[in-house]
Structure formats: C-alpha cells, structure tokens
C-alpha cells in the first residue's frame, strides 16, 4: 500500500474518538440544563409558595386592622359612656349638696315647731308624720351628742391625769438625776482634789474645769503612741489615786473615765499613724491599756481621739501646738 493511502486509513480512524468525547460532554451539558432546571422549577414553586403566605399574612394584617379599628370604636363609646356617668355623678354630687343644705334648714324648722305649732292649726297627716320623724331624728341625734360629749369628758380627764403622771414622773426622775450627779459631782470635787496635790508642781500637768490634761510631751516621744518612762509614772500616780477613790464611790454610781486624745494641727503621715485621727487615737488607747494594768477596771474606762479639731489655742505658734498636744482625762457619768 501507498503512502498516500495509510495516510488517509490514520485519519479515519482518529475522528470517532473525537465523536465520542462530543458526545459525552454534549449528554454532560444536556444533564446539567435538566439539572438547573429542575433546581428553577423547585425555587419558582417556593417564591410561588412564599408568596402565597405573604398574600395571606397581608390578608390577616387587614383583619387585625379591621378588628383593631373596631375596638378603638368601642374604646371611643366607652369614653362616651363614662364621660356621662362622670356628668350624672356630678349632678347627683349636687342634688346631694342640694338636699342636705334642706335638711339643715329642716333642722332649723323643728327648732321653731313650737312656734309653728301655735300658728297652724291645721296640719293633714302626712306633714304630722313628716314632722314626727325629724323629731325622732332629732331626739336620736342629741343623745348621740351627749354620748360623745360624755365621751369626750371622760377623755379630757383621763388625758389630764396622764400629764400629772407624767410631769411627775419627770420631776422623780430629774430628782434622782440631780441627786445621782450631785453624788458623782462629791466624788469627782474630791477626785480633783486629791489630784491637785499629787500633781502639784508638775508645769506639764494641767486642770482645766472638769477635766485635767497631760501634756504629750510628759507621755511620748515626738511622732510615737508609745508610753515611756516618764509618762508611766505620772499615770501610775493617777492611778493609785484613783483606785483609793473607787473603793469609796456606791456602786450604784455610774462612772466613767474618758480619756481624750489631742494633737497640734500639724498633719503626719506615717505606715503607723496615716493621719493624726489614728496617732491621737492610739495615745489614748496607750494610757488605757496602761491604766487597765494599774489595776483600774476596763469597764470604767472609755477612749476618744480628736485630731486637731478641739484646740485649747488656735494660734499657729510652737507654744500653741505644745499646748494643743495633750491627753485629758475627765471623770463623767455613764
């Protein structure tokens, strides 16, 4: 065979595999339009679908409007309806005023039925009826009247003698209270007293009225709650004084040893001590501790730190602030 002739016999057999691949990707296209078809057909009948729910939502929204309008309607009568029982109300507000300003003046009427009476000789029956239950209304009234005028005196008596029971128990009590400081006030003349001279010639100790102050300088270091040697023998003459005059005071007195802590003004600012409310609270709370040990009872003892806000000199000078420093000690009632 030719050349030529295989050459031919070659291309006629390439051209049906190029067929079959046609074929195949034309069946693949065809399958893929059925396949987005079906997909559109799907999708129409859910939009047909959504949209026929949609219709009836509208359908139903309608209704509720119509029935919302129909009870606005009926919210607008019922407005009607009270805005005109308010009107009937108020008018038989007034008709009530109306009546009751005639039986006042029915009222007055009776008061003048003897007189009346002289004048009308003739009265048919039912102006004697009407004339006899006013007067039985009128009867019922003022004993009605006498029982809460008798009540009302019975009141006024009770409450009388309940003010005399109570100023007299005020004037009892302001007695005892009188006689229980008078009682403590002998004591404490005494308790300062005996003071004055145990203390006598100490610069650094003072009495002032009802109360006597150490100085700070006597008791601690600059900046310190810490009680040193000095200070505690000052207290521990306070407190043998003391406990001499404890066994003499009634144990029905109620006493108290408030003792008062006092700085300059002079702000500190320490980890100890962040203001002078606590160091002036500690130095009290020092002396307290330290008296307790001196055998002073815990329970007759009281502790108060004042900073700077009571001064004894307002002055901004070293001497006001030595003097503005200090602890006081006061014999009180409990």
Same mark, same amino acid.
């Given at each position: 065979?030719?050349?030529?002739?295989?050459?031919?016999?070659?291309?006629?057999?390439?051209?049906?595999?190029?067929?079959?691949?046609? @074929? $195949?990707?034309?069946? &693949?296209?065809?399958?893929?339009?059925?396949?987005?078809?079906?997909?559109?057909?799907?999708? @129409?009948?859910?939009? @047909? %679908?959504?949209?026929?729910?949609?219709?009836? &939502?509208?359908?139903?929204?309608?209704?509720?409007?119509?029935?919302?309008?129909?009870? =606005? #309607?009926?919210?607008?009568?019922?407005?009607?309806?009270?805005?005109?029982?308010?009107?009937?109300? /108020?008018?038989?507000?007034?008709? !009530?005023?109306?009546?009751?300003?005639?039986?006042?003046?029915?009222?007055? +009427?009776?008061?003048?039925?003897?007189?009346?009476?002289?004048? =009308?000789?003739?009265?048919?029956?039912?102006?004697?009826?009407?004339?006899?239950?006013? %007067?039985?209304?009128? !009867?019922?009234?003022?004993?009605?009247?006498?029982?809460?005028?008798?009540?009302?005196?019975?009141?006024?008596?009770? !409450?009388?003698?309940? #003010?005399? =029971?109570?100023?007299?128990?005020?004037?009892?009590?302001?007695?005892?209270?009188?006689?229980?400081?008078?009682?403590?006030?002998?004591?404490? $003349?005494?308790?300062?007293?005996?003071?004055?001279?145990?203390?006598?010639?100490?610069?650094?100790?003072?009495?002032?009225?009802?109360?006597?102050? *150490?100085?700070?300088?006597?008791?601690?270091?600059?900046?310190?709650? /810490? &009680?040193?040697?000095?200070?505690?023998?000052?207290?521990?003459?306070?407190?043998?004084? +003391?406990?001499?005059?404890?066994?003499?005071?009634?144990?029905?007195?109620?006493?108290?040893? #408030?003792?008062?802590?006092?700085?300059?003004?002079?702000?500190?600012?320490?980890?100890? *001590?962040?203001?002078?409310?606590?160091? @002036?609270?500690?130095?009290?709370?020092?002396?307290?501790? *330290?008296?307790?040990?001196?055998?002073?009872?815990?329970?007759?003892?009281?502790?108060?730190?004042?900073?700077?806000?009571?001064?004894?000199?307002?002055? %901004? /000078?070293?001497?006001?602030?030595?003097? %503005?420093?200090?602890?006081?000690?006061?014999?009180?009632?409990?």
């Amino acid at each position: 065979m030719s050349a030529g002739g295989r050459h031919v016999r070659r291309r006629l057999n390439v051209w049906p595999g190029y067929v079959d691949v046609l @074929s $195949s990707l034309l069946i &693949l296209v065809i399958f893929v339009l059925m396949i987005f078809t079906f997909a559109q057909f799907i999708l @129409s009948q859910k939009v @047909s %679908n959504q949209e026929s729910e949609l219709g009836n &939502l509208h359908k139903r929204i309608a209704e509720l409007t119509k029935l919302l309008g129909l009870e =606005q #309607q009926k919210n607008l009568k019922l407005s009607e309806n009270i805005e005109q029982l308010s009107a009937i109300i /108020t008018a038989l507000t007034e008709e !009530k005023f109306e009546l009751t300003g005639k039986i006042e003046s029915l009222s007055t +009427l009776v008061k003048d039925r003897d007189v009346a009476l002289d004048k =009308q000789h003739q009265l048919n029956s039912e102006a004697q009826a009407q004339v006899l239950l006013l %007067n039985q209304q009128l !009867k019922a009234l003022r004993s009605q009247l006498q029982e809460i005028a008798q009540a009302l005196k019975v009141s006024e008596h009770d !409450k009388a003698n309940k #003010q005399v =029971q109570i100023e007299d128990l005020n004037n009892r009590l302001n007695i005892a209270l009188a006689r229980k400081v008078n009682r403590l006030e002998q004591y404490r $003349s005494e308790f300062f007293g005996r003071l004055r001279k145990v203390l006598a010639g100490n610069t650094l100790v003072r009495i002032v009225g009802d109360r006597f102050m *150490f100085q700070s300088e006597l008791l601690f270091g600059s900046g310190s709650a /810490t &009680l040193d040697r000095i200070g505690k023998t000052e207290l521990a003459k306070l407190a043998k004084v +003391l406990k001499e005059l404890i066994v003499n005071i009634p144990q029905d007195i109620d006493w108290i040893l #408030q003792v008062e802590g006092h700085t300059d003004k002079v702000p500190i600012k320490t980890h100890e *001590f962040p203001s002078n409310w606590e160091l @002036s609270t500690a130095r009290a709370v020092s002396v307290v501790r *330290f008296l307790i040990t001196q055998g002073i009872p815990a329970k007759r003892l009281s502790v108060a730190g004042f900073a700077d806000l009571r001064p004894i000199d307002s002055k %901004n /000078t070293p001497e006001a602030y030595r003097k %503005n420093r200090r602890i006081e000690i006061r014999l009180t009632s409990g």
